[in-house]
């Protein structure tokens, strides 16, 4: 319909859409107003006023759109090579940014985060007595840290046992 003859205006139109599109898009978003109101209503003598309220709104924004004139833009657009051609560039660089963040998120981070994750684990891949000096095996009892951990499994146990006594368990 825009890149023929216009049937309402009586003119050749071969770069700018037509009146009927426009008024076929307004009477479209008006019909889905008009509807959504109407689900909106019944919604309401249901006695859900949340879900009315809600679609009262979303069937708000046709109408919304063609009163500020984005029907009348976006006609303009649809028929417009040059527009569409933008939209495929915005596409392009969109797909561009997923995939380069992808990528990212599998190699852990920029190239700035990945050098400071190396140097830190470099700094702590060194033990810190590593540097203290080293005074024989003898000097450390092995017996002292295998005493330690017996103590807290008992104490567990025993709070374990506490809380199925209680429970009559």
């Given amino acids: 319909m825009g890149l023929g003859r216009c049937r309402m205006e009586g003119t050749n139109c071969p770069t700018e859409p037509c009146l009927e599109d426009r008024m076929i898009a307004e009477t479209v978003c008006s019909a889905v107003s008009a509807a959504g109101l109407g689900i909106a209503a019944v919604t309401a003598y249901r006695k859900r006023f949340l879900a009315a309220a809600r679609l009262a ?88 840290p295998a005493a330690a951990p017996r103590s807290d499994s008992a104490d567990d146990f025993s709070d374990i046992e506490a809380i199925l006594k209680k429970h009559g368990i």
């Fill in 57 to 144: 709104a979303y069937s708000l924004v046709p109408i919304g759109l063609v009163m500020t004139g984005v029907v009348e833009w976006l006609s303009d657009t649809a028929f417009s090579v040059t527009a569409w051609a933008g939209f495929g560039v915005l596409g392009a660089s969109w797909l561009l940014f997923s995939a380069t963040r992808a990528v990212e998120r599998r190699r852990g981070g920029t190239r700035k985060e990945r050098r400071a994750a190396a140097r830190s684990a470099q700094r702590e891949a060194v033990a810190p007595a590593a540097s203290a000096p080293s005074l024989g095996p003898a000097a450390r009892p092995a017996s002292r």
